[in-house]
């Protein structure tokens, strides 16, 4: 099925002080599903969450998602092993993507076709995929850190405050 701890279609969540963990989607949104709907979602641990195919910790097509103050891993998935955005539009603010793992590509965040996908003083990083360990597509990030850019259209090191590494450097 989708979403092992949430789904969302159509609807508005609002998830606060929460933990989602634990969960297993035989194909997308380990921990939550967001398609088409409005995610929110602060103060928040997701961790632990498995996909077979999509999205570990968070699967959302064509929809708005909105994290803040939100901690991601130890998360796994064919691709996008914390996050998988697709056709939607995604913020992560002061958030944490580390230690995910995707047995493709985008350990930590797979972006495809995104609306937008914007980190803001948030941090990527020492998440495990054999292509795009921690962001695998398109972002956009101020005052943020990924620790290996490789694969990555986005943040550029020392611009907009952000410090992105590289698979020689992460």
Known sequence: GLGGGLLNSGGILT?????????SSLSDGGGIWNDPGTTTV????????TANVKGGGVFSSAG????????????????????????????????????????D????????????????????????????PDVSGEVTGIFSLVGNGTNMIGPTDGIDGNQVGTSATP
């Open 15 to 23: 998830i606060d002080n929460s933990t989602i963990s634990d969960n």
């Open 105 to 132: 590509l985008g350990g930590g965040i797979a972006s495809w076709v995104p609306i937008a996908l914007t980190l803001t003083n948030s941090i990527v990083a020492l998440n495990n995929a054999p292509t795009a």
């Open 42 to 49: 602060t103060n928040t641990k997701i961790f632990g969450n």
């Open 64 to 103: 708005t998602v909105n994290f803040a103050n939100t901690t991601f891993t130890g998360n796994q998935a064919y691709a996008g092993g914390g996050i998988y955005c697709y056709a939607s539009t995604m913020t992560l603010a002061n958030s944490t993507i580390a230690t995910n793992s995707a047995s």
